[in-house]
């Protein structure tokens, strides 16, 4: 999704609803979940689909907005779910790493949902249309655009090109800085303290 979403152009929104439900679905069963959790994934994860669907028919910014949290949370609960996953686990493995990456790149999608939020909380709230990023390029043309600052603002790039404009889309951007420095330092010194200790063993 990172890497082919932002060339896409015609069937963009067509093609983020496919990559959406691909990530929802998978993520369903990416981790050996207890069966309680698993239940609530399977409810929680069908839910944001219908509505991920929906919303692409009805083209609301209500809606959108509902799909945005139901499938924030739904994303949260995943990544919350492998970070535990890593903690628990004894011996630093293929799956370990892969779920490491995983997690930190549904934070940067994670990042990329609030920001979209944000500019449609405030058409909704405020009736503001002046958008929550400032782009060199000019106003926002859909998801991608988020899916870029989200990225460049959680590896501490920062190219200049793009600023947050509103107060809460600041606000979102130094929580979505400090979550991908905070992700990485953590789960470096626990995939490393793991490595060493299974190494001495």
């Known amino acids: 999704m990172i890497l082919f979403f932002p060339v896409l152009s015609f069937y963009r ?24 959790a698993k239940k609530f994934l399977i409810l929680s994860g069908a839910v944001t689909i219908f509505l991920n669907w929906l919303d692409y028919f009805l ?44 997690g930190y790149l549904l934070i940067g999608i994670l990042g990329a949902v609030l920001l979209a939020m944000s500019e449609i909380l405030q058409k909704l709230i405020y009736h503001l249309d002046t958008g929550a990023i400032n782009f060199a390029w000019g106003a926002a043309q859909g998801f991608h655009d988020y899916l870029y600052f989200s990225f460049i603002t959680l590896t501490t790039c920062g190219y200049g090109d793009a600023t947050p404009a509103s107060a809460l889309a600041k606000s979102l951007t130094i929580v979505i800085a400090i979550a991908g420095q905070l992700y990485l330092t953590i789960l470096i010194a626990m995939l490393v303290g793991k490595y060493l200790s299974s190494s001495k063993e």
Do not use: C, P, W
Request: glycine fraction near 2%; avoid cysteine.
């Open 13 to 36: 929104v067509l093609m983020k609803n496919i990559l959406f439900t691909a990530i929802i679905f998978f993520g369903t069963f990416s981790l050996d979940f207890v069966k309680r």
């Open 59 to 102: 083209q609301s910014d209500a809606l959108d907005l509902v799909f945005s949290y139901s499938f924030f949370f739904y994303n949260l609960f995943i990544v919350v779910f492998m970070v535990r996953h890593i903690a628990k686990s004894e011996k630093v493995n293929i799956t370990i790493i892969i779920n490491s990456i995983n």
